[in-house]
């Protein structure tokens, strides 16, 4: 099946520093990849969503100049949270979409990254 | 932009007890209605689907309702084991786009 693979699984960061977050789709072109980030015991919350190509769609309240989303082709989608500051900290993990719906549309989601900003 | 509540936020059942979990959804365009399983630290893992063409599906001791025209869906789960006990996530798309998730029930299967 579909598989994202995403990196880095854990990251402590220094307060100020910027950390980049990978998400590759494996066997399959991900035209479009969603990024959600998850605080402790609450729901996904849907930062952006991105597709190839194009600039990123932001959510109400995201700062697209502190969390810069990348899609440069068609199996990489990157998050750079700038200047991270420790309210930064959180779980993040990217869903990607399967380029085409064969039969439905598919969605996978990545392993997700604990970011820890200190 | 869409809305979804879920309730109960806790539910604890006795194992082999049945349990079940309430959406509501606020936008009429989507159709799209996953269920999440997600373990501390870990993905979320999909095990059931539901799509607004259907008011019912049902997998093993997992089944799903959709009341379309009351933007509502439930997740069922019958005869309780330990392994079941996570949080569950229900979301809501417009097929294809992003989803929208509720906000968590955390599940306690007492052996």
């Known amino acids: 099946g579909a598989v994202v693979s995403q990196h880095p699984s854990r990251v402590i960061c220094k307060s100020g520093t910027s950390v980049k977050i990978e998400c590759r789709s494996l066997d399959f072109q991900a035209t479009t990849m969603f990024w959600y980030r998850q605080f402790p015991k609450q729901s996904l919350m849907l930062m952006a969503t991105s597709n190839e190509g194009s600039k990123a769609t932001y959510e109400q309240g995201v700062e697209k100049d502190k969390f810069l989303i990348n899609h440069a082709s068609l199996t990489l989608s990157t998050l750079t949270v700038t200047s991270a500051h420790p309210e930064d900290s959180s779980f993040y993990i990217c869903s990607a979409r399967t380029q085409t719906p064969v039969v439905n549309y598919g969605y996978t989601f990545g392993s997700g990254t604990r970011l820890t900003v200190v | 932009g869409e809305n979804v509540e879920q309730h109960p936020s806790t539910l604890s059942v006795q194992e082999g007890d049945s349990a079940v979990i309430k959406c509501t959804y606020s936008?009429?365009?989507?159709?799209?209605f996953p269920w999440y399983k997600q373990e501390l630290g870990k993905r979320p893992q999909l095990i059931i689907d539901?799509?607004?063409?259907?008011g019912e599906k049902k997998d093993q001791r997992i089944a799903v309702t959709l009341n379309k025209t009351a933007k509502h869906f439930s997740l069922h789960i019958t005869e309780t084991q330990p392994e079941d006990s996570a949080v569950y996530f229900c979301a809501a798309s417009e097929e294809g786009n992003q989803f929208y998730f509720g906000t968590g029930t955390s599940l306690t299967v007492i052996p």
């Open positions: 539901i799509r607004s063409n259907v």
């Open positions: 936008d009429s365009a989507s159709n799209y």
